[in-house]
Nanobody, 121 residues
Framework: QVQLVESGGGLVQVGGSLRLSCVAS????????MGWFRQVHPRPRELVAG???????TYGDSVKGRFTISRDNAEVTAYLQMDNLKPEDTAVYYC???????????????WGKGTLVNVSA
């Protein structure tokens, strides 16, 4: 059974930093592209960042230069370092995995349950 478990969310002030982690189990981590998405209901989930099995990176326009995605295959963990946080970054952040290196929410195969990030002004 595949599980993706996010952690690291919380309340932070504007300009602060958080590091999200996503620990995977039940899959061959090296074979999966990993993505971070976020959602504020009722809007659809939007791509924050993605990293392929080969280490190629993709970022949403609103987070470029502030967020950094990485992965540690030995630790079966994906990370999202978030710096210079803004109130508009407030959302539930989800980790997702796919054998395809296409970071479209509808195409991601596995999802975590999410972790809430709240940026206070």
């Amino acid at each position: 059974q595949v599980q993706l478990v996010e952690s690291g969310g919380g309340l932070v002030q504007v300009g602060g930093s958080l590091r999200l982690s996503c620990v995977a189990s039940g899959l061959t981590f090296n074979d999966y592209a990993m993505g971070w998405f976020r959602q504020v209901h009722p809007r659809p989930r939007e791509l924050v960042a993605g990293i392929t099995t080969g280490g190629s990176l993709t970022y949403g326009d609103s987070v470029k230069g502030r967020f950094t995605i990485s992965r540690d295959n030995a630790e079966v963990t994906a990370y999202l370092q978030m710096d210079n946080l803004k109130p508009e970054d407030t959302a539930v952040y989800y980790c997702a995995a796919s054998t395809e290196s296409v970071f479209v929410a509808a195409l991601l195969e596995y999802w975590g349950k999410g972790t809430l990030v709240n940026v206070s002004a």
